[in-house]
């Protein structure tokens, strides 16, 4: 059976984390065998330059953060991704680059043309069978991630900037968008807000719709 790559994306505090536990102890009992993996970081030298990306205060200017992010994401695709797909598993990865996209592209203003090419560098044309896009107002976000402790590089960024990655998530959404991102492939929309079990359900839908095998 071949593998699938199942991808959690969302701003901040949309209960992505959350979310993508629940899917992969409802996909262990249905018998599938499932890899759960985050960006930045999940291999020794991703994970550093997780550390690195994350650092309160750390000056890094837009271009080397979309690059060490690539960074991160190559590595994964090579040591972990990829070899679990081989072996006909399930990978859910908490963030992939719709993140790019929203954060470097919408938030930091990078050309959008570059970032796909460097992108396609990194992930060697990967395409997700299924994206779960959860969304929240950036109001509800930040406060459930502020209500975490203590704010990363990322969440610390102005206002303006976190206005600007919710607008791009909100327009992933976008059938129009996507006809025109087939390397993001198929993304769906779950509305994260409401209790933990009703927004499990509704990523439940998706992803057995995606995933017509491991139904049972
Ligand atoms: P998180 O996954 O713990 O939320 O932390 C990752 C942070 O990195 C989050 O603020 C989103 C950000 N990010 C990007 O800016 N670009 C990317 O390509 C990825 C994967 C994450």
């Known amino acids: 059976m071949p593998g699938r790559l199942v991808v959690f994306e969302g701003g901040e505090g949309a209960g992505k984390t959350t979310q993508l536990e629940r899917l992969a102890l409802r ?71 719709l993140s790019t996209y929203a954060y470097q592209v919408g938030g930091r203003g990078l050309p959008e043309d570059e970032v796909r090419h460097a992108n396609a560098f990194a992930t060697g044309g990967l395409v997700p069978d299924v994206t779960v896009l959860l969304t929240v107002p950036a109001e509800l976000g930040l406060s459930r991630a502020a209500r975490r402790g203590a704010a ?21 959404a976008d059938p129009a968008w996507q006809a025109a991102h087939s390397e993001c492939g198929p993304i769906v929309a779950v509305p994260a807000d409401g209790s933990v079990e009703g927004v499990e359900e509704r990523v439940w839908q998706v992803v057995a719709a995606a995933c017509p095998e491991v139904q049972g």
């Open 27 to 97: 996909l262990g009992r249905h018998g599938a065998q499932v890899r759960a993996l985050r960006e930045p970081g999940g291999t020794p030298v991703g994970d550093e330059i997780r550390a690195l990306l994350l650092r309160p205060g750390a000056q890094i200017p837009p271009r080397t953060e979309a690059l060490l992010f690539m960074a991160s994401r190559a590595a994964l695709m090579q040591e972990q991704v990829r070899p679990a797909l081989a072996r006909g598993e399930i990978v859910l990865l908490d963030r992939f680059f």
């Open 152 to 172: 990363d590089r990322m969440e610390q960024a102005e206002r303006a900037f976190h206005d600007r990655v919710e607008a791009a998530f909100a327009r992933f």
